[in-house]
């Protein structure tokens, strides 16, 4: 069964600092991974994917994420945070293309 | 400008009423979803459609109903409303399987059951 877990409901960073958003998978195959941000009162937006190419993928807005198999993560990153970055950001998974199945996401506050 | 459109963006019902949510994409998209987005549980798929004339199920059908008659609609219907069925309702639609391309989402139609 496919399943996604986000940790950390809730992340605080500075301005400037280190962005970094936990997601772990649960895959029977190699899964298709991605990253959508939600900024207040709008949809999802697609930030990254990874699709069995590099493991390294970088988004839009200087984010990047790794798929490590071994650790069954893909983790999002960001060197430096800016304050429009605050927002929710979904992890999902999908092995067959039809069906997504989404974390519960994370809400990211950006401290000045 | 093309994207998803959903109509209507807020709505309030009384339990039992009934309602329909309408979705349009100008993309000439195939693949069409409905999901619905609660506080701590992430989005949940409802129904899908892979192609004009077709509808699946997702994790969550009960107390749904959809239809795809034309290709760039995508309709979810709540015979009898109920209270369990507040929420925050996202139409998404892609070119193909969402893996190559992403899903492309509207703004959302917030529904509260009374």
């Known amino acids: 069964a496919q399943s996604v877990t986000q940790l950390g409901s809730h992340v605080s960073v500075s301005e400037g600092a280190l962005v970094l958003l936990r997601c772990n998978y649960s895959s029977s195959v190699p899964p298709y991974l991605f990253w959508y941000v939600q900024y207040p009162n709008q949809g999802l937006q697609l930030l990254l994917k990874y699709t069995s190419a590099a493991t390294l993928v970088k988004g839009i807005n200087g984010f990047e994420a790794e798929f490590k198999k071994s650790e069954t993560s893909f983790h999002l990153t960001k060197p430096s945070a800016h304050m429009s970055d605050a927002a929710e950001y979904f992890c999902a998974v999908s092995e067959t293309g039809n069906q997504f199945y989404f974390g519960t996401g994370t809400s990211l506050t950006v401290i000045p | 400008n093309a994207g998803v459109t959903q109509t209507p963006k807020f709505r309030v019902l009384k339990t039992g009423q009934s309602m329909t949510l309408l979705c349009a994409q100008d993309?000439?998209?195939?693949?069409m979803y409905w999901y619905r987005q609660d506080p701590g549980m992430g989005l949940r798929l409802i129904h899908y459609s892979v192609g004009e004339g077709t509808t699946a199920k997702g994790e969550v059908p009960d107390g749904y109903n959809v239809s795809r008659l034309k290709k760039q609609n995508f309709l979810l219907g709540l015979e009898s409303a109920a209270p369990s069925q507040t929420s925050v309702y996202f139409c998404a639609s892609s070119f193909s399987r969402g893996p190559l391309y992403g899903y492309t989402f509207g703004s959302g139609t917030r529904l509260t059951v009374v």
């Open positions: 993309m000439n998209h195939e693949y």
